[in-house]
DNA sequence: CTTATGAGG
DNA sequence: CCTCTTAAG
């Protein structure tokens, strides 16, 4: 079996100060893909920069406190890359690869984008290079005969039943038109899967993130942006899938929640 | 009587979100000068921008979140000035005048300086010009018949008493030789008296500021930099003087202690 | 260590 | 509303 989750962060440092570290002493994860850490390794604290029991790499932004993708395994992976080939993104925090038996795992931050700025723009043309990437991984792999799961925050909503007010939103950024299509050529035409939602077609949600403001949280005001997007071989042995959403405030320590998917996957072999 | 307090806030919109608010309520003062406001008054809460029972004048800095010196009056100044006419200094937030019937009243947040640095250079340049406004200021109350109070985060300790370890700071800012014998100069040629040290001549401190830094306010490793500088014949007339030392990290809202005089003054009237 | 700021989300 | 940043204290 191979466990995979996905989390958004929302400051690595923060989360670290609030219940992360006992959320990681007790997840039954194989890999931990994380995103927003927004910080440098040696600004990390040990128990976060190098868990006990675990393989991290970490690939910050150059923009000091900005992005920055991590993968956390409990086994050495076999090759780790950062960055997609991309010179304006690679060094942006946003992506970032580990091997390990038969599969590559990705943990990808998308751009939030923001309609009508420059950060949509961003969004659009990291957009446009990446789908350029998930079709290359595609065919590599599956000629290596390997698997690829790109987890993330992919900051898109597909379609109505992943976020709550889909009305109110169908001109914000995560919800825009063309978004929409961008992800739909990825699960369509690339080949890829959208694990969560094959596991659980006719629900709304489960919803991954909730703004901070007003009561977001405790209203289920959320979005389901954070996805697992798998190679068919892959998605074909996801068995389960949950959002850890958190039931109390305490608990929460981001403003996402954890996405773990478990993989009949014996080629992983742990 | 009179009584009044000075007290560096550290923020008054962080201080009323601790324990500011009962403070004021609970207070027996007629005057409160306060320092570091950091806001303009639109961005403080009502409760503190005009205060119930109070008069409020406010004089912020025009750059945002620094300094700013109010003074709150239970009864309605005569009149009140921003500033000591300075061209560099009568926008930063550090010097307000109040009228009350028969003395005059002020709120300064003298610059705290940086050995080293501009900053350094920016609290001589003001300690020379608010010198000659001191001068001025006495002869003129004088002429007048009214008393004058200066009272503030003077940013300087005077002498050796008035700091936990003078020893590892006699060259620390707010301990420089000219720096003392500049407020030398305020107290022995231009006729002011530090109050609170006149009522307590043999003691160390009492300390009004501990740094947030370590454990400085559980060590009281303090500096006396609150002071009342009073002309003479209102300093002949206090009678008391506190430093509200909070006892309980739960009721310290600010890393200043409020410093308060009770002045036994029948021109005051109130 | 703390309070502001402004960017980003 | 939250987490970073940098400046200031």
Redesign the pocket.
């Known amino acids: 079996m191979l466990t995979v989750t996905s989390v958004n962060v ?5 989360a670290a100060k609030k219940g992360f570290v006992p959320w990681l002493a007790a997840t039954a994860a194989d890999v931990v893909c994380l995103q927003e850490v ?2 440098e390794p040696g600004q990390l604290p040990g128990e976060v920069r190098e868990p006990e029991g675990w393989h991290a790499v970490h690939a910050p932004a150059a923009a ?3 992005a920055g993708v991590s993968i956390l395994t409990r086994q050495k992976p076999e090759e780790v890359r950062i960055g997609f080939g991309s010179e304006e993104f690679d060094t942006s925090g946003r992506y970032v690869e580990a091997d390990l038996p038969g599969v590559t795992i990705a943990s990808l931050y998308l ?2 984008g ?1 309609v009508g700025t420059q ?1 949509q723009e961003e969004k659009l043309r990291f957009m446009g290079e990446f789908l350029i990437h998930l079709d290359k991984l595609r065919v590599q792999a599956g000629a290596a005969g390997r698997e690829v799961l790109v987890c993330g925050d992919w900051n898109i909503a597909h379609h109505e039943a992943d976020l709550k007010n889909w009305k109110a939103n169908t001109r914000s950024a995560g919800f825009l038109p063309e978004e929409r299509a961008w992800l739909s050529r990825v699960f369509d035409e690339s080949g890829y899967t959208d694990v969560v939602r094959e596991l659980h077609p006719d629900v709304t949600g489960p919803y991954s993130w909730w703004s ?2 007003g009561r977001a949280f405790d209203a289920d005001t959320g979005w389901r942006i954070d996805y697992h997007v798998a190679t068919r071989g892959l998605a074909r042995r996801a068995v389960s899938a949950v959002v850890e959403r958190a039931e109390t405030h305490d608990l929460r320590w981001s403003d996402h929640a954890p996405v773990t998917v478990r993989y009949d996957y014996e080629e992983y072999g742990a």
């Open positions: 929302n400051g690595l440092r923060a927004r910080a000091k406190g900005r751009p939030s923001e950060r901070y403001r």
